[in-house]
């Protein structure tokens, strides 16, 4: 690890609450000045290289490397000239107008005669041009020696510079095939305009408006620029493959972003070409192994994208799904997300393998509660810890409501409420590798006198604390190598908040991880080469160091092999005998859970009705709101289950929830119609499908 590295990770110490107050803006001892400044900056007509130091240095640098090719690029221009000139003179000597002409209209032989003759009229002209040109030349010389000559010969090349200047559709002016074009749209912005018309990004008469010139960033070039009227960033986006192609680049050098915020809009996009692959060279060790201790509210380092950024991951009030087929790199992705978590003393951990290996074998030291096992008396045990943790958040919450509002603002854990041990409200992440094996057993278990099978029994109680835990500071991170709709509940998926999706077989997995329609977004994991150990897709819950507004990133995360893996745990396990909070399986108390199996009487709030999907999705979207409103828009519901929009109403409509046009008033006052559904549908359809 380079001392670049060790510095981006610092000790923790407290942690205090504060506000960001931004002094940069210069202070103008005359108020038309501040005014003058003021429209400089903001002014489009003013070029962005006389706003910005950093653009102005590139336009500096370019413009040096324009002198210094000028000389280099007049001679090309010459030789083109000299070239084209050429193919004229032959054209024009050996009529081949007046031949092309005769013989479109089948009388070449009738014409014959004319055109030979005219044809050694033009010799005989080319000829005394010739001639003339001699003696003038000749002349020129006599009168004014040398420099008339010089003079000439300037004249004469500026005339074949001119024409054989690069000219679009000119014969001879351009290459029948472009070439790479990884490197010359740097040079000339024409290229990349070509580039984007050729992935039919934009159409034939359409130009791009360069906003930031290229400039070097990292190992690659980036640049941002505008795109037509009514052309919008996510179709790039979608179509960086085509646009790859376009520039000659393979699709993984290639990073494509929509500008948001304040400085952009939905016809900005933000361009990086690398100069190579940027996954081929050896993976970064963690940065956490310079780091003493951690706080488990800062976002844990989770990687880095093509560009070099670290990309860090928040856990705390979220979740985190990795899928991934076998060795790509799943449970390395997962114990990232848990070194974090494992350097603060105050959390608490509740550990899951059931790949039964020896990968997590070291989280024993640190853990509350660990096992590592596949067989059925280790999903009945996973169905205790389930069941404990459900009692913990109500607990919680009833204790929330307890405290007053200096101490408990809001009904959430507060970073001084999760170190105070009379609270006894840790942050608690629970890590399960391997996730289909509980979800998909069958193991018969009696709850309140009925039998279920414990993968569903599982399944609903990982929905519940997904949607209830992480305001109580539970976090959830599931890792499996089998991304089905089968294996993973879509109403669990639904509540999932991050998810990270390395490697999968095709587009329908990468989408159950990712969610519905990602890969129409231009994020498709199963693209992604096998040779890229460690590179996923990521979908962050919040701001993940590359912006809070990014969809999803490529990353590839961190090394973490298991000496570094044992090492940061031993610290773990050192930092809580030190803090006293070494509890549970680490501490030697490995006792079973306090509630094995909850009843279904005493937690039907936590259970509920056991309803279809997506109806319970609904349900568990609307909540309290399922009782207060009439009426729900498709869209609405749509957008914040991440569902299709055809199937989803297909199914609603097969649940007796049939979608109807209502009107709703928009956020400008005024009333439009749109379609969507009745609550009484969907509290009938509950009351039809609940069992």
């Known amino acids: 690890m380079n001392g670049t590295e060790s510095n981006e990770v610092v000790d923790v ?35 962005m290289w006389l706003k910005d130091r950093r653009q102005a ?30 193919r004229w003179w032959r054209r024009w000597v050996t009529v081949r107008d007046f031949r092309e002409a005769a013989e479109s209209s089948e009388k070449l032989a009738d014409k014959f005669t004319e055109i030979r003759a005219l044809t050694l009229f033009r010799w005989k002209v080319t000829g005394a041009v010739m001639v003339a040109s001699a003696v003038a030349v000749a002349l020129v010389a006599l009168v004014y020696g040398h420099r008339g000559l010089w003079i000439t010969a300037g004249v004469t090349s500026l005339g074949l510079a001119i024409l054989g200047r690069r000219r679009d559709g000119a014969p001879g002016r351009k290459a029948v095939l472009a070439g790479p074009r990884s490197l010359s749209w740097t040079m000339d912005p024409q290229v990349l305009v070509d580039a984007f018309r050729d992935a039919k990004l934009i159409g034939k008469d359409e130009l791009l408006r360069l906003v930031e010139r290229a400039t070097r ?23 960086r493959e085509a646009l790859a192609s376009a520039l000659a680049v393979d699709e993984v050098q290639l990073i494509a972003e929509r500008v948001r915020g304040n400085g952009g809009h939905a016809g900005r996009v933000s361009m990086w070409v690398a100069d190579s692959d940027p996954y081929a060279k050896p993976p970064l060790r963690t940065p956490l192994l310079a780091a003493q201790r ?39 992705a997962a114990r990232l997300a848990a070194a974090g978590l494992i350097l603060d003393p105050h959390t ?34 996973l169905v205790g810890w389930l069941a404990e943790l459900v009692a913990e958040v109500q607990g919680r919450y009833r204790r929330m409501r307890e405290l007053d509002d200096t101490v408990c603002p809001e009904s959430k854990v507060t970073p001084a409420m999760s170190r105070d041990k009379s609270l006894n409200m840790p942050i608690t ?10 979800l998909e057993d069958r193991t018969p278990i009696e709850v309140e006198g009925k039998r279920l099978a414990a993968g569903d029994y599982i399944g609903e109680l990982l929905t ?32 999932l908040g991050s998810r990270f999706a390395l490697r999968v077989m095709d587009w329908r997995d990468s989408n159950i991880v990712l969610g519905e329609q990602m890969n129409t977004r231009g994020y498709d994991s199963s693209r992604l080469l096998a040779s890229h150990k460690g590179v996923g897709i990521l979908r962050p819950d919040g701001e993940a160091q590359a912006g809070a507004d990014v969809l999803a990133l490529t990353v590839r995360t961190y090394y973490m092999p298991n000496e570094d893996w044992r090492e940061l745990c031993g610290r773990g396990r050192a930092l809580r005998e030190a803090a006293g909070t070494l509890t549970g399986h680490a501490a030697g108390h490995d006792l079973p859970p306090a509630t094995p199996v909850l009843s279904i009487g005493s937690v039907q709030e936590v259970r509920g009705p056991v309803l279809p999907e997506p109806l319970a999705s609904v349900v568990a979207y609307l909540g309290d709101d399922l009782d207060d409103r009439e009426f729900v828009p498709t869209a609405e519901l749509v957008d914040a289950l991440d569902v299709e929009p055809n199937a989803f109403g297909r199914a609603m409509a097969d649940l007796g929830c049939s979608s109807t046009r209502d009107r709703i008033t928009g956020d400008d006052g005024e009333a439009r119609r749109v379609r969507g559904f009745r609550t009484a549908d969907i509290r009938a359809a509950m009351s039809r499908d609940g069992r």
């Open 57 to 86: 240095r590139q336009a500096a640098k370019d413009a040096a490397a324009a002198v210094l090719r000028s000389p280099w690029r007049y001679l090309l221009a010459v030789c083109r000239g000299l070239l084209a000139a050429a």
């Open 429 to 438: 992440a629970v890590f399960i590798d391997e996730v289909q094996v509980p």
């Open 294 to 332: 951690w706080d488990a509210w800062r976002p844990v380092p989770f990687g880095r994208d093509a560009r070099d950024r670290k990309v860090d991951l928040p856990l705390v009030w979220t979740s985190l799904l990795v899928g991934a087929i076998p060795r790509q790199g799943k449970t390395f």
């Open 464 to 495: 519940w604390l997904a949607k209830k835990g992480p305001a109580a500071g539970i976090v959830l991170v599931l890792a499996t190598q089998r991304p089905d709709s089968k294996t993973i509940p879509s109403g669990l998926r639904a509540v």
């Open 217 to 239: 960033v990292g190992d690659g070039w980036a640049i941002t620029v505008d795109l037509p009227a009514t052309r919008k960033a996510a179709d790039v986006i979608k179509n």
């Open 348 to 381: 608490r951990l509740y550990v899951a393998d059931f790949k039964a290996g020896k990968d997590w074998d070291a989280a024993g030291k640190v853990a509350h509660r660990f096992m590592s096992g596949d067989e059925a008396e280790h999903v009945v045990t």
């Open 13 to 47: 110490g407290p942690v205090y609450d504060g506000e960001l107050v931004d002094e940069s803006e210069a202070q103008y001892t005359s108020p038309r000045l501040g005014r003058f400044a003021s429209w400089w900056l903001r002014s489009p007509r003013v070029p």
